[in-house]
């Protein structure tokens, strides 16, 4: 047992502590359909821990030259390294339920990557990668008990052009990565919502998909190659279009969560800016009627998100009571689209057209408010916790012809839960990725409980399976990090731990 020393106290929710600040009439919406605010129960968003002793790992990284010029024991700082934002750890936090803390943060400049993952090995040091710190899945707890320490990634932000091909440091963000392809007058084509601080690395890594991911394709589909650096020796891809050579350190890093080695480069696809992007929006008659008629296009708009009818009357919310919303409410019912579910749409190309023959077209303006307002949309989610509810998303990947019966699956799973438990909770759901094949049904719940981590597992482990049982992946894009890998099948588990690094947990 370790002594605890000095307190510290940090902010675990997404984003910086004064951008979430602001009162909202979508939370207001949200906290009056699963039974308003619960009292005395309100949390700001920060825990407060007590700093362990300097275990033997520090003495170890202090004495044991790892080859890195700047390590930090700071405990902020070392407790922000080793957490990520899934609803699971902060339901746990939000209980003073502290996860194993990592032993030093390293902050490895990239010629020193490869000596430090060799000297690790050499003193039996165990460590986990840190990218933007945006897991949803537990990627970045490696759990109590272990002893660790954090890489970070962020030095690792070379970014140069190959042609037409980027090379970008795995440690590099989203939107910094974006800013030097704008200055050539390029995109990388690649927006998670987590786009402000996600790293190249971690997509990579995570096997992630941007919002516009029916033009550019999904994190495979742009990158061409990547270095990757083991504790066992480097393995480097040619930077070029397509390499035929066996395994390569792209097939190894794709969906590696951080055990097979540092993604320290990432060869991008570019592509030209779009010349102009069209903006609309629809209303499809029901959820059902949505699936059925995207299910029948041969090509989809760049963006297209289908929210079924609560997340609808949520967005219908936001505009608040204006003449615009009170027009568009007559003006659907008219055309019996009163229980209707709203498409936003946006498009470089004419494939939206498509839809107007099988859904209503309204004004363009709630396209362009989400994408206005796209990455700052997570910090609803903080208000809510900050009002004691427990919110949560899960995301699946589907065939068209099982997508509708999933989602009625979750649905009702979802009521069964609220009955047997005797809490209240909402559930809603957009469609926000596109294939010719199927699509990705992504899912938001609520829960007014106050046994937040015990409700959370169970409302989750039930999702999960529904999303099995009905033909769904675990997940689109998310990831499967610790909390979601207990649903991988052994033979795969083995596989991927033949591929490990034996110092990366
Ligand atoms: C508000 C919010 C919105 C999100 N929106 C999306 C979305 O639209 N699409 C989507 O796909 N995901 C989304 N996510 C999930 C998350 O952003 C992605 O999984 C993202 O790819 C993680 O990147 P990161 O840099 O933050 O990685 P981290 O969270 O730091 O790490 C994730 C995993 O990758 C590993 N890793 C990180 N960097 C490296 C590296 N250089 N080399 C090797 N391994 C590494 C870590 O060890 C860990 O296992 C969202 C998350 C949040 C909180």
Redo the contacts with the bound molecule.
Sequence with gaps: MMETRRASRVFVL?GEPVSYDTESSSVSSLERMVGGRIKGDAWDGYIDFSEPEDPDTVKMVNSGNTGVGEISYDPGLRFSRSV??SSMEIAMLSENRIPGIADAVLFPRENEVAGMMHSLRNLGIKA??????????G??SPGSGQHFVSID?SH?KSFSMHGRIAVVG??M?GFDAESEAEKLGLTLGF?????M???????????????ESNRYGD?EDIVLGVELVRSDGTITDPVTPRSSTGITARSI?LG?????????KVYMKTSSKPARRKYASFIFRSFRDAIDSLSRLESFPDVLRVSDSLETELALSEAGNGLLKRVLERYLNLRGFSKGCIAVVIDSGDSYRQIDDRAARIVSAPAKIWERTRYER?LI?NLLWKSGLVVDTLETSVSWDKAYDLYEGVNSEFRDILSSEGIRGIIMSHMSHQYREGCCLYFTFMLNTAKRTEHLKLARDRIVSSFLRNGGSISH???I?TQLSGYVDSTHRNLMNILADPV?L
């Design positions: 997404y990520g934002k986990s990668i840190y990218g933007g710190g945006t897991s949803v899945t990627g970045l990634a690792l795995g440690g963000t927006f998670p919502e987590s786009f601080h996600s790293t190249v690395g971690g997509w990579v890594s995570s096997m992630a998909s941007g919002q994190i890093a590696s969560e951080g055990r097979n080695g540092i993604i320290s997570p989610a894009h998310h990831g990090g990366l």
